[in-house]
Protein backbone atom coordinates (compact mmCIF):
# COMPACT_ATOMS: atom_id res chain seq x y z
CA UNK A 1 0.00 0.00 0.00
CA UNK A 2 1.55 3.83 -1.29
CA UNK A 3 1.92 6.20 1.95
CA UNK A 4 0.99 9.51 0.61
CA UNK A 5 3.49 11.75 2.20
CA UNK A 6 2.28 14.61 4.30
CA UNK A 7 4.03 17.51 2.37
CA UNK A 8 2.21 16.23 -0.68
CA UNK A 9 -1.05 15.82 0.68
CA UNK A 10 -1.10 19.79 2.04
CA UNK A 11 0.04 20.39 -0.98
CA UNK A 12 -3.01 18.91 -2.96
CA UNK A 13 -5.53 20.63 -0.28
CA UNK A 14 -3.76 23.95 -1.21
CA UNK A 15 -4.73 23.56 -5.13
CA UNK A 16 -8.15 21.85 -4.41
CA UNK A 17 -9.08 25.09 -2.56
CA UNK A 18 -7.79 28.13 -3.98
CA UNK A 19 -7.89 31.56 -2.11
CA UNK A 20 -10.66 32.94 -1.97
CA UNK A 21 -11.64 36.14 -3.40
CA UNK A 22 -14.23 39.14 -0.95
CA UNK A 23 -15.30 42.12 -2.03
CA UNK A 24 -13.14 45.03 -0.91
CA UNK A 25 -14.97 46.88 2.05
CA UNK A 26 -16.01 50.22 1.56
CA UNK A 27 -13.68 52.95 2.53
CA UNK A 28 -14.71 55.95 4.64
CA UNK A 29 -13.03 58.76 6.33
CA UNK A 30 -15.00 58.89 9.62
CA UNK A 31 -17.44 55.88 11.24
CA UNK A 32 -20.33 58.14 11.41
CA UNK A 33 -21.58 59.91 7.97
CA UNK A 34 -25.13 61.37 8.38
CA UNK A 35 -27.28 64.20 7.11
CA UNK A 36 -29.66 65.55 9.69
CA UNK A 37 -33.71 65.65 8.75
CA UNK A 38 -34.56 67.69 11.47
CA UNK A 39 -36.95 70.02 9.77
CA UNK A 40 -39.38 67.50 8.42
CA UNK A 41 -38.66 64.78 10.45
CA UNK A 42 -39.36 66.45 13.41
CA UNK A 43 -40.54 69.65 12.79
CA UNK A 44 -43.84 68.52 10.41
CA UNK A 45 -44.01 65.38 12.62
CA UNK A 46 -47.36 65.87 13.74
CA UNK A 47 -48.66 68.17 10.27
CA UNK A 48 -48.06 65.55 8.39
CA UNK A 49 -49.08 62.29 10.54
CA UNK A 50 -51.90 61.45 8.57
CA UNK A 51 -51.03 62.35 5.04
CA UNK A 52 -50.64 59.73 3.04
CA UNK A 53 -48.27 61.92 0.55
CA UNK A 54 -45.67 62.14 3.11
CA UNK A 55 -44.30 58.46 2.31
CA UNK A 56 -43.02 59.63 -0.79
CA UNK A 57 -41.14 62.41 0.22
CA UNK A 58 -39.39 61.07 3.34
CA UNK A 59 -38.13 58.42 0.61
CA UNK A 60 -36.99 60.62 -1.96
CA UNK A 61 -34.88 62.58 0.55
CA UNK A 62 -33.52 59.51 2.03
CA UNK A 63 -32.86 58.17 -0.88
CA UNK A 64 -30.81 61.57 -1.79
CA UNK A 65 -29.04 61.33 1.50
CA UNK A 66 -27.81 57.69 0.58
CA UNK A 67 -26.65 58.65 -2.58
CA UNK A 68 -24.13 61.06 -0.90
CA UNK A 69 -22.50 57.50 0.91
CA UNK A 70 -24.01 59.08 3.73
CA UNK A 71 -23.68 55.55 6.77
CA UNK A 72 -26.64 56.84 8.64
CA UNK A 73 -29.73 59.36 8.69
CA UNK A 74 -30.11 61.26 11.02
CA UNK A 75 -34.01 61.49 12.41
CA UNK A 76 -35.31 63.90 15.01
CA UNK A 77 -38.85 62.57 15.61
CA UNK A 78 -40.00 62.55 18.91
CA UNK A 79 -40.04 59.49 20.61
CA UNK A 80 -43.73 59.52 22.01
CA UNK A 81 -46.30 57.28 20.74
CA UNK A 82 -48.66 60.05 18.80
CA UNK A 83 -45.30 60.24 16.37
CA UNK A 84 -44.50 56.59 16.29
CA UNK A 85 -46.18 55.98 12.57
CA UNK A 86 -43.38 58.83 11.56
CA UNK A 87 -41.09 58.02 12.98
CA UNK A 88 -41.28 54.55 11.52
CA UNK A 89 -41.62 55.80 7.85
CA UNK A 90 -38.77 57.34 8.34
CA UNK A 91 -36.98 54.06 9.49
CA UNK A 92 -38.66 52.02 6.88
CA UNK A 93 -36.93 54.29 4.20
CA UNK A 94 -33.68 54.36 5.86
CA UNK A 95 -33.63 50.00 5.96
CA UNK A 96 -34.64 50.89 2.16
CA UNK A 97 -31.24 52.46 1.42
CA UNK A 98 -29.45 50.23 3.56
CA UNK A 99 -28.52 53.39 5.96
CA UNK A 100 -27.92 53.61 9.88
CA UNK A 101 -30.42 55.39 11.57
CA UNK A 102 -28.95 58.12 14.17
CA UNK A 103 -32.47 58.34 16.35
CA UNK A 104 -31.77 62.22 17.68
CA UNK A 105 -35.72 62.56 18.84
CA UNK A 106 -36.68 63.14 22.59
CA UNK A 107 -39.92 63.00 24.39
CA UNK A 108 -41.84 66.13 23.54
CA UNK A 109 -41.90 66.81 27.59
CA UNK A 110 -38.41 67.61 27.96
CA UNK A 111 -38.58 70.73 25.87
CA UNK A 112 -42.20 71.12 25.81
CA UNK A 113 -42.40 70.04 22.17
CA UNK A 114 -45.97 70.28 20.94
CA UNK A 115 -47.72 71.92 23.93
CA UNK A 116 -46.31 68.61 25.81
CA UNK A 117 -46.29 68.94 29.42
CA UNK A 118 -42.84 68.96 30.64
CA UNK A 119 -41.10 65.73 32.22
CA UNK A 120 -38.41 65.09 35.20
CA UNK A 121 -35.38 63.36 35.23
CA UNK A 122 -36.59 60.62 36.45
CA UNK A 123 -39.46 60.11 34.08
CA UNK A 124 -37.00 60.37 31.09
CA UNK A 125 -34.85 58.17 32.49
CA UNK A 126 -37.88 55.58 32.80
CA UNK A 127 -39.67 56.79 29.55
CA UNK A 128 -36.21 55.94 27.43
CA UNK A 129 -36.10 52.15 28.77
CA UNK A 130 -39.63 51.75 28.33
CA UNK A 131 -39.53 52.96 24.43
CA UNK A 132 -36.47 50.97 23.70
CA UNK A 133 -37.69 47.57 25.28
CA UNK A 134 -41.54 48.09 23.39
CA UNK A 135 -40.27 48.73 20.38
CA UNK A 136 -37.32 46.54 19.81
CA UNK A 137 -37.90 46.27 15.49
CA UNK A 138 -37.11 49.70 15.19
CA UNK A 139 -33.93 49.62 15.82
CA UNK A 140 -30.33 47.36 14.10
CA UNK A 141 -27.31 46.65 15.39
CA UNK A 142 -25.11 49.91 14.08
CA UNK A 143 -27.71 52.20 14.76
CA UNK A 144 -27.12 55.56 17.10
CA UNK A 145 -29.67 56.70 19.81
CA UNK A 146 -29.62 59.66 21.11
CA UNK A 147 -31.35 59.69 24.66
CA UNK A 148 -31.66 63.13 25.07
CA UNK A 149 -29.94 65.50 22.34
CA UNK A 150 -28.97 68.71 23.34
CA UNK A 151 -30.07 67.81 27.01
CA UNK A 152 -29.58 71.41 28.32
CA UNK A 153 -32.21 72.69 26.39
CA UNK A 154 -34.71 71.20 28.40
CA UNK A 155 -35.31 69.46 31.82
CA UNK A 156 -34.04 71.19 35.10
CA UNK A 157 -32.08 73.42 32.29
CA UNK A 158 -28.70 74.62 30.89
CA UNK A 159 -26.03 73.62 33.57
CA UNK A 160 -24.27 76.94 32.85
CA UNK A 161 -27.34 78.94 33.97
CA UNK A 162 -28.26 76.80 37.01
CA UNK A 163 -25.33 75.78 38.40
CA UNK A 164 -25.81 71.92 38.47
CA UNK A 165 -22.76 70.49 36.73
CA UNK A 166 -22.76 67.52 38.59
CA UNK A 167 -26.36 66.58 38.63
CA UNK A 168 -26.21 67.14 34.57
CA UNK A 169 -23.61 64.52 34.37
CA UNK A 170 -24.83 61.99 36.44
CA UNK A 171 -28.55 62.67 34.11
CA UNK A 172 -26.58 61.64 30.90
CA UNK A 173 -24.39 58.54 32.30
CA UNK A 174 -27.68 57.00 34.08
CA UNK A 175 -29.40 57.66 30.78
CA UNK A 176 -26.39 55.59 28.75
CA UNK A 177 -26.37 53.01 31.63
CA UNK A 178 -30.46 52.66 31.20
CA UNK A 179 -30.32 52.98 27.37
CA UNK A 180 -27.30 50.40 26.98
CA UNK A 181 -29.35 47.75 29.22
CA UNK A 182 -32.15 48.31 27.18
CA UNK A 183 -30.29 47.44 23.86
CA UNK A 184 -28.54 44.23 25.50
CA UNK A 185 -32.37 43.23 27.05
CA UNK A 186 -33.61 43.17 23.42
CA UNK A 187 -30.69 42.03 21.79
CA UNK A 188 -29.53 45.05 19.60
CA UNK A 189 -25.90 46.66 19.36
CA UNK A 190 -26.91 50.17 18.94
CA UNK A 191 -24.65 52.84 20.72
CA UNK A 192 -26.68 54.91 23.35
CA UNK A 193 -23.56 57.54 24.28
CA UNK A 194 -24.16 60.00 21.72
CA UNK A 195 -25.27 62.84 23.69
CA UNK A 196 -25.08 66.13 21.28
CA UNK A 197 -24.34 69.33 23.75
CA UNK A 198 -23.52 72.77 22.59
CA UNK A 199 -19.69 73.47 22.18
CA UNK A 200 -19.32 75.74 24.99
CA UNK A 201 -22.00 73.20 27.65
CA UNK A 202 -19.98 70.38 26.16
CA UNK A 203 -16.34 71.75 27.19
CA UNK A 204 -18.45 72.48 30.87
CA UNK A 205 -19.87 69.00 31.26
CA UNK A 206 -17.45 66.73 29.27
CA UNK A 207 -14.06 66.11 31.70
CA UNK A 208 -12.27 63.26 31.75
CA UNK A 209 -14.36 61.05 34.12
CA UNK A 210 -17.79 62.30 32.44
CA UNK A 211 -16.29 60.92 29.20
CA UNK A 212 -14.99 57.61 30.23
CA UNK A 213 -18.02 56.98 31.61
CA UNK A 214 -19.36 57.66 28.41
CA UNK A 215 -16.78 55.41 26.61
CA UNK A 216 -14.91 57.92 25.47
CA UNK A 217 -17.57 59.53 22.69
CA UNK A 218 -17.92 63.48 22.86
CA UNK A 219 -20.56 65.27 20.83
CA UNK A 220 -20.71 68.57 19.68
CA UNK A 221 -23.18 70.77 18.14
CA UNK A 222 -21.29 73.38 16.82
CA UNK A 223 -21.30 76.30 14.57
CA UNK A 224 -18.58 78.76 14.08
CA UNK A 225 -17.96 81.35 11.30
CA UNK A 226 -14.34 79.67 9.87
CA UNK A 227 -13.69 76.17 9.17
CA UNK A 228 -10.06 76.63 10.46
CA UNK A 229 -11.74 77.78 14.05
CA UNK A 230 -14.31 74.82 14.17
CA UNK A 231 -11.33 72.37 13.76
CA UNK A 232 -9.04 73.94 16.13
CA UNK A 233 -12.41 73.76 18.75
CA UNK A 234 -13.33 69.60 17.65
CA UNK A 235 -9.31 69.20 18.62
CA UNK A 236 -9.11 71.08 21.81
CA UNK A 237 -12.23 69.42 22.92
CA UNK A 238 -10.50 65.99 22.41
CA UNK A 239 -7.81 67.10 24.09
CA UNK A 240 -9.13 68.40 27.51
CA UNK A 241 -12.24 65.47 27.25
CA UNK A 242 -9.77 62.97 26.62
CA UNK A 243 -12.41 61.63 24.01
CA UNK A 244 -13.08 60.81 20.38
CA UNK A 245 -15.09 63.58 19.37
CA UNK A 246 -18.69 63.98 16.69
CA UNK A 247 -19.72 66.63 15.08
CA UNK A 248 -23.04 66.12 16.11
CA UNK A 249 -24.28 69.16 13.99
CA UNK A 250 -22.52 71.73 11.69
CA UNK A 251 -23.52 73.28 8.67
CA UNK A 252 -23.50 77.02 6.38
CA UNK A 253 -24.66 79.66 6.35
CA UNK A 254 -26.47 80.28 9.55
CA UNK A 255 -26.88 83.81 8.90
CA UNK A 256 -26.34 84.97 12.20
CA UNK A 257 -22.69 83.74 12.01
CA UNK A 258 -21.77 83.15 8.39
CA UNK A 259 -24.56 85.84 6.50
CA UNK A 260 -25.81 84.68 3.24
CA UNK A 261 -23.84 82.80 0.90
CA UNK A 262 -24.12 81.81 -2.45
CA UNK A 263 -23.67 78.30 -3.41
CA UNK A 264 -20.63 78.03 -4.73
CA UNK A 265 -19.83 79.59 -1.34
CA UNK A 266 -21.50 77.18 1.09
CA UNK A 267 -19.68 74.44 -1.32
CA UNK A 268 -16.18 76.35 -0.54
CA UNK A 269 -16.75 76.40 3.11
CA UNK A 270 -17.81 72.92 3.04
CA UNK A 271 -14.67 71.93 1.29
CA UNK A 272 -12.22 72.88 3.58
CA UNK A 273 -13.95 71.93 6.33
CA UNK A 274 -13.97 68.55 5.62
CA UNK A 275 -10.20 68.46 4.12
CA UNK A 276 -8.70 69.65 7.33
CA UNK A 277 -10.47 67.55 9.30
CA UNK A 278 -9.35 64.38 7.18
CA UNK A 279 -6.36 64.31 9.38
CA UNK A 280 -7.47 64.59 12.34
CA UNK A 281 -8.22 61.49 13.65
CA UNK A 282 -9.80 62.75 17.14
CA UNK A 283 -12.79 63.24 14.62
CA UNK A 284 -14.54 60.15 14.16
CA UNK A 285 -17.99 61.20 13.07
CA UNK A 286 -20.01 64.24 11.62
CA UNK A 287 -23.18 65.07 10.94
CA UNK A 288 -24.57 67.65 8.42
CA UNK A 289 -27.53 69.81 9.41
CA UNK A 290 -29.92 69.82 7.35
CA UNK A 291 -30.74 68.17 4.28
CA UNK A 292 -33.48 70.47 3.35
CA UNK A 293 -35.74 73.36 4.88
CA UNK A 294 -33.24 75.32 6.60
CA UNK A 295 -30.61 77.81 5.80
CA UNK A 296 -28.19 75.53 5.45
CA UNK A 297 -29.49 73.32 3.08
CA UNK A 298 -28.72 70.55 1.04
CA UNK A 299 -31.17 70.46 -1.47
CA UNK A 300 -33.81 72.68 -2.55
CA UNK A 301 -37.21 72.37 -0.94
CA UNK A 302 -38.01 70.68 -4.62
CA UNK A 303 -35.19 68.52 -4.08
CA UNK A 304 -32.88 69.76 -6.12
CA UNK A 305 -29.10 69.55 -4.77
CA UNK A 306 -27.14 72.31 -4.50
CA UNK A 307 -23.52 72.72 -4.97
CA UNK A 308 -22.43 71.48 -1.63
CA UNK A 309 -23.93 67.70 -2.18
CA UNK A 310 -21.14 67.22 -4.87
CA UNK A 311 -18.84 68.25 -2.05
CA UNK A 312 -20.13 66.50 0.05
CA UNK A 313 -20.34 63.38 -2.09
CA UNK A 314 -16.84 63.32 -2.89
CA UNK A 315 -15.91 63.39 1.04
CA UNK A 316 -18.62 60.67 2.20
CA UNK A 317 -17.66 58.55 -1.07
CA UNK A 318 -14.09 58.69 -1.71
CA UNK A 319 -11.63 56.89 -4.16
CA UNK A 320 -10.17 54.30 -2.37
CA UNK A 321 -7.20 51.19 -3.15
CA UNK A 322 -8.31 47.59 -1.85
CA UNK A 323 -5.02 46.40 -0.78
CA UNK A 324 -5.17 42.64 0.10
CA UNK A 325 -2.19 41.54 3.06
CA UNK A 326 -1.06 38.13 3.72
CA UNK A 327 2.05 36.47 4.35
CA UNK A 328 4.44 34.49 2.98
CA UNK A 329 2.33 31.15 3.34
CA UNK A 330 -0.35 32.79 1.67
CA UNK A 331 -2.43 33.20 4.71
CA UNK A 332 -4.48 36.60 5.17
CA UNK A 333 -3.64 38.63 7.98
CA UNK A 334 -6.26 39.53 9.41
CA UNK A 335 -5.10 41.70 12.07
CA UNK A 336 -3.47 44.38 9.62
CA UNK A 337 -4.00 48.00 9.74
CA UNK A 338 -3.45 50.74 7.57
CA UNK A 339 -1.89 53.90 8.86
CA UNK A 340 -2.32 57.19 6.68
CA UNK A 341 -3.50 60.67 6.87
CA UNK A 342 -2.51 60.18 10.89
CA UNK A 343 -5.81 57.60 10.86
CA UNK A 344 -5.84 53.44 11.34
CA UNK A 345 -7.78 51.41 8.55
CA UNK A 346 -8.19 48.05 9.33
CA UNK A 347 -8.20 44.81 7.45
CA UNK A 348 -11.27 42.49 7.96
CA UNK A 349 -11.71 38.94 7.85
CA UNK A 350 -10.48 37.81 4.29
CA UNK A 351 -7.05 40.35 5.06
CA UNK A 352 -8.46 43.02 2.72
CA UNK A 353 -7.94 46.72 3.83
CA UNK A 354 -10.52 49.34 2.25
CA UNK A 355 -7.83 53.15 2.13
CA UNK A 356 -9.60 56.44 1.04
CA UNK A 357 -6.86 58.34 -1.43
CA UNK A 358 -6.58 61.80 -1.87
CA UNK A 359 -5.56 62.43 -5.50
CA UNK A 360 -3.49 65.10 -4.64
CA UNK A 361 -1.58 63.49 -1.63
CA UNK A 362 2.30 62.41 -2.08
CA UNK A 363 2.06 61.07 1.38
CA UNK A 364 3.21 57.27 2.75
CA UNK A 365 0.95 54.64 3.77
CA UNK A 366 2.18 52.21 6.05
CA UNK A 367 0.82 48.70 6.36
CA UNK A 368 1.79 46.98 9.68
CA UNK A 369 0.29 44.20 11.57
CA UNK A 370 1.50 41.73 15.33
CA UNK A 371 4.62 39.84 14.47
CA UNK A 372 5.29 41.23 10.97
CA UNK A 373 7.90 44.00 10.09
CA UNK A 374 5.86 47.42 8.29
CA UNK A 375 5.36 47.46 5.10
CA UNK A 376 5.53 51.11 2.71
CA UNK A 377 3.19 52.07 0.09
CA UNK A 378 3.26 55.35 -1.86
CA UNK A 379 -0.78 56.35 -1.66
CA UNK A 380 -1.76 56.77 -5.50
CA UNK A 381 -4.91 57.18 -7.17
CA UNK A 382 -4.94 54.26 -8.83
CA UNK A 383 -8.12 52.18 -7.88
CA UNK A 384 -6.74 48.38 -9.01
CA UNK A 385 -6.78 45.93 -6.27
CA UNK A 386 -3.30 45.58 -4.99
CA UNK A 387 -1.73 42.70 -2.60
CA UNK A 388 1.24 42.75 -0.47
CA UNK A 389 2.98 40.24 1.48
CA UNK A 390 4.20 41.08 5.08
CA UNK A 391 7.60 39.66 6.43
CA UNK A 392 7.29 37.70 9.27
CA UNK A 393 9.18 38.85 11.82
CA UNK A 394 10.04 35.10 13.58
CA UNK A 395 9.13 31.66 11.13
CA UNK A 396 8.64 28.72 13.38
CA UNK A 397 8.87 24.71 11.45
CA UNK A 398 5.27 24.38 10.91
CA UNK A 399 5.60 28.46 9.11
CA UNK A 400 8.19 27.46 7.47
CA UNK A 401 6.31 24.02 6.14
CA UNK A 402 3.50 26.02 5.04
CA UNK A 403 5.13 28.76 3.18
CA UNK A 404 7.14 26.15 1.09
CA UNK A 405 3.78 24.40 0.35
CA UNK A 406 2.43 28.31 -0.91
CA UNK A 407 5.98 28.77 -2.94
CA UNK A 408 5.50 25.40 -4.43
CA UNK A 409 1.70 25.79 -5.15
CA UNK A 410 2.20 29.27 -6.68
CA UNK A 411 5.25 27.60 -9.44
CA UNK A 412 2.64 25.21 -10.32
CA UNK A 413 -0.48 27.80 -10.73
CA UNK A 414 1.90 30.04 -12.33
CA UNK A 415 3.53 27.24 -14.93
CA UNK A 416 -0.21 26.09 -15.80
Known sequence: MRIISPLFFL?????????????????????????DTMKYSRDLAREKLHDPAFTGLIDSQVRDIASTGATHVAIATPYDDEFLPVLKLWVTAARKYRLGVWFRGNFSGWEGWFEYPKISRDQHLAMTENFILSHPDLFRDGDIFSPCPECENGGPGDPRHNGDVTGFREFLIRLYRISSSAFTTIGKKVAANYFSLNGDVARLVMDRPTT??????????????????????????ADSSGGQVVLGEFGVPIPGIHGVMSQSQQAKWLDELLTRLIDKPQVVGLNYWTNTGSSTALWTTGGSPRSAVDTLTRYFSPPFRPVSIYNFAGQPITSALAGYQGRKFFSNSAGTISIPIIFSDSSGIVISAPGYFDHGLQATNSAEPLTIYLVKS???????????????RRDIVIGQ
Open 212 to 237: AALDGIVVVDHYVADPQKLVSDLVSL
Open 394 to 408: HENLLFKLLKLIYSL
Open 11 to 35: LALALLFPRPIFAAPRATWWQVQSV
